[in-house]
């Protein structure tokens, strides 16, 4: 479909449609209601880098693996889904599913799953959160 629209189109043609799709993209994006913009302030955490957390806010994200836009097109597909989404430094939109615990949840309940699973001493809530405040 991609290559049946930029057919007969030059390099500089391409760009310059591209450019429009993506400028095009960008207000679809902010005018969608069931679409959360966010600050590009996100570390990867977790196994491999799974979670994108929100340095600001604690919120864990992860990578929408659905199709947002009709190939070349500013037509959205996934407009009814819950998306949070931010531009890159490269312009393009990165869209994203937020999960339901924050990082320092997901952190202490790690934690003390690993301290029943090791027979340790279960340590009170109250230490456990001082504990990931020191470690933060």
Known sequence: MIREL??????????QHAEQVRRARL????????????????VRRGHRG??????SSDEIYTTYAG???EPGKATAVSDRAQL????????RL?????QP?????LVARRAR???????????DRRELDRALERSL
Do not use: C, P
Request: aromatic residues 12%; without cysteine; charged residues 30%.
């Open 27 to 42: 207000e679809v994006a902010r005018l969608t209601s069931h679409w959360t913009e966010i600050e590009d302030d996100l």
């Open 113 to 123: 799953r690993e301290a029943v699973r090791h027979r340790r001493v279960y340590v």
């Open 101 to 105: 615990r924050t990082w320092s949840e």
């Open 50 to 55: 799974r979670f994108l957390v929100s340095a």
């Open 94 to 98: 990165v869209f994203l599913e937020k």
């Open 67 to 69: 199709v947002v836009f």
């Open 84 to 91: 949070h989404w931010y531009q890159d430094a490269n312009g």
């Open 6 to 15: 930029h057919s007969g189109m030059s390099d500089a043609e391409r760009a």
